[in-house]
């Protein structure tokens, strides 16, 4: 009985001890076939809000190695020698495949952001909401993202910090805060927009094709991945992306998506300031302005970025308000087109132009001077500006100069013209004064072509302009007068 006890005491361990092998091999090969698009498990049908996944090899694709960026390359191949799964996504495939140049090329791994900076010495970790990794090359940055798991908070991935794998919703379901990772379907499913649901794998050279954005691109449509009015809630900024792409594209936002946009574009509100000034840069900046500008109007997205606009517009649809704007953003796609440089604070001084001069009028009527009804009205409207749009610092003192600057002009008596011409934001007020031309005509029309010629002229024909104003340039405003103490004389 003793020596029955002794070996299965000493024969039970050994039955563990292999269990215990035969558990860290399975373990090891999970950890190994992370996803890849041709032979990964998938998702349960019911769950998955994709179509089986399509691969398009080399040769049913347009897209060659010598079109992409040298140092995503090198990311892309120095994670695969790590041992890592990196494929390019997103928008840089889609243009490619549009035959568009990318502006940048972004790559998601199934490498977690500390192991990514252990690959990369050239690497920082960013990010808070979305934890990221970004590559540098000098001037050239390679975002480097995890994949994105479903942030319903399940623990399939024992090895994932506590303090990382966190998401949190608001009550509206708009994702605060969303560091859970996932496999390369999950992190498909996870995306926007069907045609951003497109991967580039260096390993064969194929582009794999989760959401049939080959065919969204076929029909030049941007459709949303999954419920649109869920995904619009997870993120408002989509709004404005589906916006941005449909004119950049030159594609039609399909029917589903396009429909929750009036009644959900209120939830911008909800976005941090900051933000959304850098996604109203994008869509004002990147050379289809006006195309932006009239979509975001017919579909209420306006009324929530500037209010005091759209209140305008809506009084007077093709007003002057509507012309200066529309002309100002004309402008700026002209000078993109050719590669001029342009500023946020133009067409921000074009935009609010008319808000600030209806409230400075308002001041004038209630006893205040033109100088400090124009100094509260720019105030004013800046302020209230700010609490959706964190314009920087340095783009409203150039407007307050374009604005303060338009009264200047008008006064060109005496030396206030040469003076005039030294101020160093005169050329940004004249371009502005002759887009006013263009949409008030009247007295602006012959002003701007006075300070067209006398910029232009030299010192003689200046001041034979001067001298042909008459009483025209004075200003007639009442001067203050100085008080002089008169000397006490010592007795």
Known sequence: MLDFCRRTLSGKPKADSGKAKADNATEARKEKAIAKPSHAPRIAAGASLLPQVQRLSRDQHAISRKDISPNALKVLYRLKDAGFDAYLVGGCIRDLLLGIKPKDFDVVTNAKPEQVKQVFRNCRLIGRRFRLAHVVFGREIIEVATFRGHHSGTEDDAETAPKLKTSSLSDHGQIL???????????????????????????????????????????????????????????PVRILRAIRFATKLNMQIAPAAAEPIPQLAVMLKNIPPPRLFDELVKLLLAGKAFDNFMLMRDTRVLKQLLPQLDKLLKQEPEGKAFQLATK????TDARVAVEKPVTPAFIFAALLWYPVELRSQTLMTDGLSELDAMNIAMTEVLDDVQRTIAIPKRFTLAMRDIWALQSRLTKRAGRRAFKLLEQPKFRGAFDFLQLRAQAEDGNLTELALWWERFQFADDTDRLQLINQLGKEGVDKGPRRRRNYKRKRTAE
């Open 177 to 235: 805060r969303d560091n859970v990772y996932g496999s390369i379907e999950e992190d498909a499913e996870r995306r926007d927009f069907t045609i951003n649901a497109l991967y580039y794998s260096v390993n064969d050279f194929s582009v794999y094709d989760f959401a049939n954005g080959m065919q969204a691109i076929a029909e030049r449509k941007i459709e949303l991945i999954g419920d649109p009015e869920t995904r619009y809630r997870e993120d």
């Open 328 to 331: 100002a953003l004309q402008d």
